[in-house]
């Protein structure tokens, strides 16, 4: 990965936990739609537990993929998503 790469990653997960702390301070949860669960669940899924592990700001590693398992065990085929591309 090159420099500028990591740097906007660098610079998302710092946006990320900037805006997570601004909706933990106004007491509310982070709801999500079916749609928002179903993106993230994909793209967890192609990134793997260890990257996970190191970029996942907004829910839990475990949280995605069981998610993810959800959706694969409910036959939800990510192919046909056009929201999850």
């Known amino acids: 990965m090159n420099r500028k790469q990591q740097s906007v990653i660098e610079y998302l997960l710092e946006e990320n936990w900037v805006m997570k702390q601004q909706l933990n301070a106004s007491g509310k949860k982070l709801r999500l739609s079916n749609v ?18 190191t970029y996942a700001s907004l829910v839990t590693p475990s949280t995605l993929m069981a998610w993810h398992r959800k959706f694969i065990a409910k036959g939800f085929n990510f192919r046909n998503c056009s929201a999850c591309q």
């Open 36 to 53: 928002q669960r179903r993106s993230l669940a994909k793209k967890a899924k192609a990134l793997g537990w260890a990257t996970l592990q």
